[in-house]
Nanobody, 124 residues
Framework: QVQLVESGGGLVQAGGSLRLSCAVSGRTFSSYVMGWFRQAPGKEREFVAAISRSGGTTYYADSVKGRFAISRDNAKNTVFLQMNSLKPEDTAVYYC?????????????????WGQGTQVTVSS
């Protein structure tokens, strides 16, 4: 069974930074496309960022492009989300997810495994 555990969330002022981590159990981490999604109260879960299996390709939602950066360390079975210039509208529960497919996708329905989420709150 694959387990994903997020950490690094918290309360930060607008303009600040946070770095989220997601540790993935198992020996096949490098075979997963990894993604970050978020869900704000009363809203649907939305795509934030994704990274290819090798880490060579990344993709971002327009709302975070230029402010967030996704990366991965295949030796440590961990994916990261560096979040800079945070805005109050970034407030949400952030989830990491693993996709056994080959192609990066923004569709949450294609991801096979999910973490429990970590709360990010940005105050104005």
């Amino acid at each position: 069974q694959v387990q994903l555990v997020e950490s690094g969330g918290g309360l930060v002022q607008a303009g600040g930074s946070l770095r989220l981590s997601c540790a993935v159990s198992g020996r096949t981490f490098s075979s997963y496309v990894m993604g970050w999604f978020r869900q704000a109260p009363g809203k649907e879960r939305e795509f934030v960022a994704a990274i290819s299996r090798s880490g060579g390709t990344t993709y971002y939602a327009d709302s975070v492009k230029g402010r967030f950066a996704i990366s991965r360390d295949n030796a440590k079975n961990t994916v990261f989300l560096q979040m800079n210039s945070l805005k109050p509208e970034d407030t949400a529960v952030y989830y990491c997810a693993a996709d056994t497919g080959v192609v990066i996708t923004t569709n949450a329905g294609t991801y096979d495994y999910w973490g429990q989420g970590t709360q990010v709150t940005v105050s104005s």
